[in-house]
């Protein structure tokens, strides 16, 4: 036997006995769930390998990442119910390491899937995307928490001030863990996402109903002096049940006007309960505001409304008395019909 025969030969028996574990790739799955979120109130335990040494431990509602799928199936028993799956690797976290988890606590389904109360209590706080978009923080005292949620310190804001908002937690939680759990009838504003900010060079991490994000903002010429209208949403909880818009508690964009640098909310003129303009965006319909007009020290214009029986539109008009007000009038329904 000549010595390049003897080589190829040794060179085929190292590589045999180093060939890789079978990993049969399921590909039906692997083409529609690249991303799953953790079902497993206790948490799902991420081993080195299928049935292996525990390497890490994801807690309820955190979204992981799948790597592989592979052909090896477990069946377990939790409380009293039959769960059938198999192992797939996944990444830990942000790093380059790998692991394998059981399937059988994995949904691809946040809406149906996941519980938004135990995630407030069980869940830590993961924070995304990351945007650096202007906003705006309202007057007011604020309290400012570390990255686990807990209440470290406060800050006082005399008038509305610019931030940059730099990421959001990707759940809504309540203010406190103490009212992770919502009764029938309790108040859904508080629940909101956690905003991280930049604000006078520090990052600070505040509750988002006070936060606001820039969405539109739009120049005018009134009484010598350049304006803006400004629209803004809140992290405050997107209503989307008939629980939460009877609880009282409906998502909506703020209103503002920019002028000299100084942000306003406008009031109700001829409201006691000092009560600022919003423009409704929900499932339940929608406000836009449209055909601005100045006439002297008067702006007028429309809100024109979509809902879920019809259709509407009311007027504005905007001046300023100790501050901004407006005046809502000539309301119109069109109603295409009942529930």
């Given amino acids: 036997m000549n010595k390049l025969m003897i080589t190829l030969l040794l060179s085929f ?7 890789p574990k079978e990993r049969v790739t399921l590909t039906d799955k692997a083409e529609t769930l690249n991303t799953a979120y953790v079902t497993a109130e206790s948490g799902l335990l991420c081993r080195g390998k299928p049935n292996g040494k525990v390497i890490h431990k994801f807690a309820y509602g955190t979204e992981v990442e799948i790597i592989d799928y592979t052909d090896i199936e477990l069946i377990i028993t939790d409380n009293g119910e039959e769960i059938s799956g ?21 949904s691809s389904d946040t809406y149906y899937d996941l519980d938004i109360e135990k995630i407030a209590k069980l869940t830590p706080a993961h924070f995304v995307e990351t945007f650096n978009k202007k906003g705006l923080l309202l007057n007011g005292t604020h309290t400012v928490y570390d990255k686990d949620l807990n209440s470290i310190n406060q800050i006082i804001l005399n008038s509305i001030s610019e931030i940059n908002i730099i990421s959001v937690t990707k759940f809504e939680r309540p203010k406190t863990k103490e009212k992770a759990k919502r009764k029938e009838w309790q108040e859904y504003c508080e629940w909101a996402n956690y905003v991280k900010i930049k604000y006078n060079n520090q990052i600070l991490i505040l509750f988002g109903a006070k936060v606001l994000e820039i969405g539109s903002k739009k120049a005018f010429e009134f009484d010598n002096k350049n304006i803006h209208f400004i629209i803004a949403k809140s992290f405050l909880k997107k209503t989307g049940t008939l629980t939460e818009e009877l609880s009282g508690c409906s998502y909506s964009n703020s209103f503002l006007i920019e002028a000299n640098n100084n942000y306003s909310l406008v009031s109700d003129y001829e409201s006691e309960n000092n009560y600022n303009l919003s423009l409704a965006e929900d499932e339940g319909g929608y406000e836009e505001l449209t055909d601005v007009v100045i006439k002297k020290d008067t702006i007028f214009s429309k809100v024109k409304q979509g809902f879920q029986e019809g259709t509407g539109e009311y007027k504005l008009k905007f001046f300023e008395s100790n501050g901004w007000k407006f005046i809502a009038y000539d309301t119109i329904r069109d109603y295409e019909g009942q529930w």
């Fill in 86 to 106: 198999n192992w797939v690797e996944v990444r830990i976290g942000t790093t380059h390491m790998t692991g394998f988890v059981f399937d059988g606590f994995l």
């Fill in 13 to 19: 028996s190292l590589l045999s006995f180093n060939l």
